[in-house]
């Protein structure tokens, strides 16, 4: 999830929370020069303040203060004050903004509270600061940081162990996260989840001891409530459902912490619960609305007590129920699902209707807002934005003040206008849920509703009533400024003439370059920015990579400015503090981007880089575990150094074991089809054959986890879902299945294979992504498949995701809320798809990252009919 501070820095694309404009709201002392013998920084929206000589330990006791945004200032001035006068090193956020941020309703719940951290230098200085700073703050509240003791009832102090430096390590699911010296010096994860913990090796000093023992005694009990499952969780609360104990009535339950969840206008999750308690109160006996049973208080969060409505939401039936998600070719269900999508969309404007008539609007209208019950009826959930449909005599008439993406407009944030555009929003998604893209593009109205009108059998007239809703008014700006758009056709068909179109894709990848900033080159996803900015997934390397291999590199456009890119990713990998390891997310792709582009010396000094990382508890996969790093050495020649990788795989395939990373990774790049690609690369490069059954047995591991929910076809099983996507689905597997089969005869995953290539025709995905989305199907049925309908449809749906920036074609991530340039999530992605697709596999060199040049030119064997040579 992003933060909302991520998606305030910029209207186009994610950014640094540090970005954000907050020049009319930075608290005083962040313009202070620092005191006499103290060195000033500022990285990530803190000022850092640390005293001249000052030692401070690598780990320990770090104290949090929180506060209101009344009380901010005081703060941030109260422990200024204090710390520099007893040299004790704190920092701060710089603004009001930023703490409003840190605070907002989808920020990350652990970091929520956090205004000041203050380092003691022992435990001695621990006492006394919290002491001292107890009576000087006495009566400020704040938000609970949930990560923390709080150090006094009520109180704005909060307490927690961990790292004083930066560190990373692995963590046991495989992921890279924050560190902590463990015992004997092992660094371990520092963890920073939403409760208070002690690592089990540390012995709280005498004074913090008693506070934890008081806290556990002082433990709330007698809930009266058994929560059976979380259905959400945001910084403002979570939703619960539950049953009460005394009666056995299953329920559910609204949570909301004080001082936290602030939505745009200030208000706290409380806030916003007792609102929503007003609404339920006066549209009670409604069948559109759940009944409200009770409002409770426990510890220091409060509760609302709602009926349980049975079903599921609108947001699931689609994602069940619509047929373009499915491979579907029978129109027969393609009708079915208009006619029953017309029917709850009835059913929804009546309930609106209803609300409209007590003098309500909703506010926010989406499809997990709606619950639809075992017998076709709909009721609305979630009332805390619901307002007065008109207001009160010399009151303002004021829309909600939060709202979801795409079901939203600017020009409609008041009255029952806001119910208007919501309900039109709601409609096509029903059909073409990719309404956030309205905002990036004012031609994807026409496209959206014109495409929803072909293909389904909507009423006539459909799209331009459609329209007629959610177009702006006549005088409202349009985006993208005066640059001209590019109109020059999208390619629908393989062999197509797209020279335009992506040329058009690599302009707006070079018209987002921020060469200047040393955080990121090319906007992308938010883990760019957690030591991720020379990535192949998300940062520079793997832009660059796709601008190489498609022969964008040499456009006119880039004439000036290429070898600058390359430079900037030969600084990033050399200023990299704590780097990954891995093929995607570390320095092993930097290393084989850097190779491909020429430069030989940086891309050596990179791989002696990795080879300074301990891989102990890396996880096993292509994407940041052993397997990818593994495919690079063997790359770089270092066959000896890639065996010994595939001798460690090799000991937990064959013993029944598992590598560190998440317990349910499967396909290519987290689970053991990245393995059996490295086996298989083994065995090309060494002719040794015992390899080969390796691969066999580790794809075998993840066709274990795969299912044939339709038709015969084969596709990844995730719960309730089935995954076809290049990441996790079944199209990562077959392009794995068939590097095998490039060396292996073996007829029976040959039709695997196949039966997977037949299950890639997934009209729409609701990501346009590379790794998890509509351009990894696009790319994988290239390579499976070569010309033909599927190439076609997914071709289409990418044009269905095309937007424009600055005149240029771009395409957004998963969520659909930023744009995106990088590899694995945007528009980078989606130019190697296209070129591969248009090119052919042949004609496309080695496009994939995945490494496909170290398998020989073998041509297939004669049961591998339809794989490419």
């Known amino acids: 999830m992003l933060a909302q501070g991520h998606l305030v820095a910029d209207p186009f694309f994610v950014d640094a929370l540090d970005r954000v404009d907050d020049s009319g709201q930075r608290f005083s002392r962040a313009g202070s020069p620092p005191p006499p013998g103290w060195r000033r920084t500022e990285r990530g929206g803190w000022v850092n303040l640390h005293r001249a000589g000052a030692q401070l330990p690598r780990q320990g006791w770090k104290i949090h203060a929180s506060a209101t945004a009344d009380s901010a200032e005081h703060v941030v001035d109260t422990v200024w004050e204090h710390c520099v006068r007893h040299g004790i090193c704190f920092k701060f956020l710089r603004s009001s903004l930023l703490f409003h941020q840190v605070n907002s309703k989808q920020a990350p719940r652990p970091a929520g509270g956090k205004l000041v951290t203050v380092y003691p230098a022992d435990d001695a200085e621990l006492e006394r600061t919290l002491t001292d700073l107890t009576e000087l703050l006495r009566g400020v509240e704040g938000p609970y940081v949930l990560s923390d003791l709080r150090w006094e009832d009520g109180g704005p102090l909060y307490v927690r162990y961990g790292g004083f430096d930066l560190a990373y390590c692995h963590a046991p699911d495989g992921s890279y996260v924050p560190a902590v010296e463990g015992p004997g010096g092992a660094l371990v994860p520092d963890v920073r989840g939403t409760s208070f913990r002690v690592p089990p090796w540390v012995e709280p000093p005498a004074f913090l001891a008693a506070r934890i ?122 009708a079915a699902y208009t006619e029953w999508a017309l029917d709850v969309l009835g059913r929804i404007e009546r309930a609106i209707a209803e609300l409209h008539a007590q003098g309500v609007v909703f506010g926010d209208l989406q499809p997990g807002n709606v619950m639809v019950r075992p017998d076709g009826s709909v009721c609305l959930v979630d009332f805390e934005t619901a307002f007065e449909a008109a207001p009160s005599e010399g009151g303002e008439d004021r829309g909600p003040a939060l709202g979801t993406p795409g079901f939203t407009a600017r020009w409609a944030r008041s009255g029952r206008a806001v119910d208007t555009y919501g309900l039109a929003a709601l409609t096509l998604a029903l059909f073409c849920p990719l309404t956030p893209l309205l905002r990036f593009d004012a031609g994807k109205l026409a496209q959206l509703t014109a495409w929803t009108e072909r293909r389904f059998p909507v009423p006539a007239g459909f799209a331009v009533r459609l329209r007629e809703r959610l177009a702006p008014p006549p005088d409202w700006p349009r985006t993208g400024g005066d640059t001209p758009a590019d109109d020059s056709p999208w390619p629908e068909e393989a062999g197509a003439d797209a020279d335009t179109a992506l040329d058009s894709l690599a302009e707006a990848i070079r018209l987002s370059a921020t060469p200047e900033r040393e955080d990121r080159l090319f906007p992308g996803d ?64 930097v290393a084989y981007v850097l190779d491909e582009l020429g430069r030989t010396e940086a891309a050596q000094e990179t791989l002696a880089r990795l080879g300074g990382l301990a891989l102990d508890g890396c996880g096993g996969g292509l994407f940041d575990g052993l397997a990818g790093v593994g495919l690079t050495r063997l790359h770089f020649g270092a066959t000896d150094a890639a065996e010994a990788l595939g001798e460690r795989l090799t000991r937990v395939l064959t013993g029944g074991g598992r590598l560190p990373g998440p317990p349910d990774a499967v396909g290519l790049t987290h689970g053991w089809s990245g393995p059996a690609l490295l086996f298989t690369r083994l065995h090309a490069a060494t002719a040794d054959e015992r390899w080969l059954p390796l691969a066999q047995t580790a794809l075998a591991r993840d066709l274990g986890r795969c299912g044939a929910p339709r038709k015969g076809r084969i596709l990844v099983r995730d719960g309730k879902r089935w995954l076809s996507t290049l990441d996790r689905g079944s199209a990562g597997i077959a392009l794995a299945l068939d590097a095998y089969l490039r060396c292996a005869d073996d007829p029976h995953y040959a039709a695997v294979r196949d039966r997977i290539r037949d299950g890639l025709g997934t009209e729409l995905l609701l990501s346009p992504g590379l790794l998890d989305g509509q351009a990894g199907l696009l790319h994988a049925s290239a390579h499976l498949t070569g010309p033909g309908s ?77 794989a490419p040579a």
């Open 526 to 589: 938010v883990r760019q920015f957690d030591n991720q900015g020379a990535s192949l997934a998300f940062g520079a390397a793997g832009v660059l990579h796709a601008l190489h291999v498609t022969g964008r590199s040499g456009h006119p456009a880039f004439a000036e400015h290429f070898e600058e890119y390359v430079d900037w990713l030969v600084r990033a990998a050399e200023r990299t503090r704590w780097p990954r390891p891995g093929l995607y997310d570390g320095l092993a792709g």
């Open 790 to 866: 599927a190439l076609a449809a997914h071709l289409r749906s990418l044009g269905l995701h095309c937007v424009r920036f600055r005149g240029r074609r771009a395409f957004a991530m998963d969520g659909l809320l930023r744009l995106s340039m990088d590899l694995a999530t945007g528009t980078s992605g989606v130019l190697l798809a296209v070129h591969t697709a248009l090119a052919g596999p042949q004609g496309s060199g080695t496009p994939l990252p995945f490494l496909e040049a170290g398998v020989p030119a073998r041509p297939p064997l004669p049961h591998s009919a339809g």
């Open 213 to 334: 023992e008081a806290s556990r005694a002082a433990a709330p009990g007698g809930f009266p409530y058994r929560v059976e499952k979380a259905l959400h969780f945001s910084n403002g609360g979570g939703v619960y459902r539950a049953v009460e104990k005394d009666t056995g009535r299953r329920v559910v339950l609204r949570e909301a912490r004080p001082h936290a969840g602030l939505d745009d206008r200030g208000a706290d999750a409380v806030t916003r619960l007792d609102h929503e308690q007003t609404m339920l109160e006066r549209l009670a006996g409604l069948a559109c609305v759940p009944r409200l049973h009770a409002r409770t208080r426990h510890w220091e969060h409060h509760f609302l007590v709602e009926e349980l409505i049975e079903g599921g939401t609108l947001a699931e039936a689609i994602g069940r129920r619509h047929p373009l998600f499915r491979d579907a070719t029978d129109e027969r269900e393609v």
